[in-house]
């Protein structure tokens, strides 16, 4: 073995004994000693791993207080604000318009913006935009509302049939298939239809049936009967009678063998059915029979 | 299913048993390759940190390389190219000797050249040397610390060996 050799086993601490003797005989033995133990003094310094092993945790638990952000919260807070831009879109688009509807049977009052009130009768309905109330007060009807209007700017309500501006007063507007009516009980209204057009003063009374304008008398009333749950009917074709019975009532009627076109003046209140039949039955000598749900109206 | 539970490092108990069996190596690593001057024990606790903070992509096979990686990239960014000067340590009790004068000075030169050989030893030699002579670990154990073959580690060893003598017998 050459020394070499022997040198390189002696750093592998792969010397047998017999290896070993030879090693000492060498020439290079002391050099490689004092080389060796001079070695020593260039130890590392200690290292204390358990107190190193402290400051490590306590920083890696200062660092977690610091940034406790799980990887799910980013895509969270993104869904969030998408969200957030879609809800808050979409309440201000739907609250632009206000819309307010009756049912069958159903009435309602409603306070607008500017405090002046809409009283609506069954089946009807209104819209409005509250954001805009204040620089323009404008609504759309359908059907039958009361009016009290405040003080203020131009007050119109619009309906299929014509458009009603008010100047601060109490009126009626009514506008179903083929009736357009306008009352005016305490104001100046002025009515703008494809017919005709009026300005009417208190008591005066605008009426279209079925495309023609039909004088009326003036209004003694201080508000509709209906505010009161009666309605009263002068002289009106009875189909409107039944039509304002079917909307006061959950009821189906069938009036086809009676003449639907004769004239009315009555009245009949919204608590009472057989009441209400009666009412409107008896003066023109109609009688009626009930079949399951369907009320039949037929002479006498 | 055991597949997500480790292969990741963000286990307390395993970190921890991860420090305990590389931290000193580590330590003493830095040391011998470059030096007290840039605060090794620092450079070992800011790797480990980096760990912690990592951990999540950190598969535990491969967290002695990282933390060796780090730690290294660490001190390299901290360092100049300066010698590497390794403190002499002065151990030898010297309350009681009975050497002459003249030894003790011969001893101290010697000391001197020996500091001077180890800072001129590259730093792949002087690593593996040191662990081996003073450490003394063995051949593979320091082949698994440097990720680098056992035959590699002899030549730098071997290597370290003959530059060093040639250094010191060099009047």
């Known amino acids: 073995m050459t020394k070499d050799e022997l040198i390189q086993k002696w750093l592998q601490d792969n010397l047998n004994p017999q290896e070993l003797e030879a090693f000492k005989a060498l020439e290079?033995?002391?050099?490689?000693?004092?080389?060796?133990?001079g070695l020593k003094h260039f130890k590392a310094p200690e290292f204390n791993e358990q107190d190193t092993f402290e400051l490590v945790s306590k920083t890696m638990s200062q660092k977690s207080a610091q940034k406790p952000k799980p990887s799910w919260l980013k895509p969270v807070l993104r869904i969030a604000a998408i969200l957030a831009i879609f809800f808050s879109v979409y309440y201000y688009t739907t609250t632009l318009t206000t819309d307010i509807s009756t049912l069958t049977a159903e009435k309602t009052t409603i306070t607008l913006p500017d405090h002046s009130e809409v009283t609506l009768n069954a089946k009807s309905q209104i819209s409005y935009k509250k954001k805009q109330w204040k620089d323009t007060r404008k609504l759309t009807l359908e059907g039958e509302a009361y009016f009290k209007v405040e003080k203020g700017s131009k007050f119109s309500v619009e309906t299929s049939s014509g458009t009603i501006?008010?100047?601060?007063?109490?009126?009626?507007?009514?506008?179903?298939?083929?009736?357009?009516?306008?009352v005016c009980y305490e104001c100046t209204v002025k009515v703008t239809s494809s017919i005709a057009e009026r300005i009417l003063k208190p008591g005066d009374h605008f009426l279209v049936l079925d495309g023609k304008l039909i004088a009326?008398?003036?209004?003694?009333?201080?508000?509709?009967a209906w505010l009161q749950n009666e309605s009263v009917f002068e002289s009106m074709p009875y189909k409107y009678v039944l039509n304002e019975l079917k909307r006061q009532y959950q009821i189906r009627l069938d009036a086809q063998n009676i003449n639907s076109n004769m004239l009315f003046t009555g009245r009949f209140v919204h608590n009472d059915l057989n009441l209400a039949l009666k009412a409107i039955t008896i003066p023109l000598n109609i009688e009626y029979t009930t079949n399951n749900d369907l009320i039949v109206l037929h002479d006498k | 299913m055991s597949k997500n539970l480790n292969n990741h490092t963000c286990n307390e108990t395993l970190f921890a048993k991860l420090f305990k069996t590389h931290a000193k190596n580590l330590h003493d690593f830095l040391y011998y390759r470059f030096g007290e001057r840039l605060n090794p024990q620092d450079k070992v606790q800011e790797a480990f940190i980096k760990l912690w903070e990592n951990c999540k992509n950190v598969e535990p096979s491969r967290a002695k390389s990282f933390l060796f990686t780090v730690a290294n990239n660490l001190m390299l960014n901290a360092v100049a190219h300066e010698k590497v000067v390794l403190k002499f340590q002065d151990t030898k009790p010297k309350s009681f000797t009975n050497e002459t004068p003249e030894f003790l000075l011969e001893e101290n030169e010697y000391m001197q050249k020996l500091q001077k050989a180890i800072a001129n030893l590259t730093e792949a030699q002087r690593v593996a040397f040191l662990l081996n002579r003073i450490e003394g670990k063995k051949h593979k154990e320091i082949a698994d610390m440097l990720d680098i073959s056992t035959k590699a580690v002899e030549k730098r060893i071997y290597g370290a060996l003959?530059?060093?003598?040639?250094d010191i017998e060099e009047i």
Not at chain 1, 216 to 224: D, I, S
């Open chain 1, 28 to 37: 290079d033995y002391d050099a490689l000693m004092k080389l060796s133990e």
């Open chain 1, 165 to 182: 501006t008010v100047l601060g007063t109490q009126f009626l507007v009514e506008n179903r298939s083929d009736i357009f009516e306008v």
């Open chain 1, 216 to 224: 009326k008398e003036k209004e003694e009333a201080m508000a509709p």
């Open chain 2, 162 to 166: 003959k530059q060093l003598r040639k």
